[in-house]
């Protein structure tokens, strides 16, 4: 089923975030893969002709690990090391200006959540609960919180902005010091009275 990309217009002059569901499957795909230092720590990012697949971030968890886990993501793929080909990419997500990208590819259930977390502006966070809300499954709390932590492209997609309903920090498949991290650089408060409510 072919979808049109769908674009996320930025909060104000910020990141704006293009979002395509094509090609569905990554097999026989040639992906660009590369690592590159930022702000938060070293990030690995794959993608293809200037759009994000994937991308984990490697301060907590060795960089070899992170790029298992990504390139594990997409069997049947050839992976090429070409970091500059996403280097414009990163430079627009550090710089926090700019359009980026992304291809997402997962259940209807999982791209309905990643793109819900696309509405979440910087500097904000929204409970697992909230978010379930925002998608219109409110009873799906659970089903939330593990597509979240399947996110392909790390703060880009920014699941950095969940917490729990109480409004501890919850976890991060990154690590919890880069989720605070990655909140603190957006000026987010973590308290209960400062969970959005959409």
Known sequence: MMR???HIP????GLSVTVTHMPDSGRGAVLCIGSFATPLGPVIAIGAEGTLWALGLAAEIPAEDVR???TARFPGA???DAPEALAPAIATLIAGKG???VRLAGTGFQTRVWQALLEVPPGKVV??????????Q????RAVGTAVGANPVSWVVPCHRVTRTGGAIGGYHWGETVKRALLSR???AIAPLLIAEF
């Open 10 to 13: 930025p909060p104000d002059e």
């Open 78 to 80: 050839r992976f090429v």
């Open 138 to 141: 409110p009873r799906a709390v």
């Open 99 to 101: 359009e980026i990208r």
């Open 68 to 70: 298992a886990d990504l």
């Open 127 to 136: 409970s697992y609960a909230t978010l379930a809300g925002m998608i219109g």
């Open 186 to 188: 957006e000026g987010a």
């Open 4 to 6: 049109p990309p769908l």
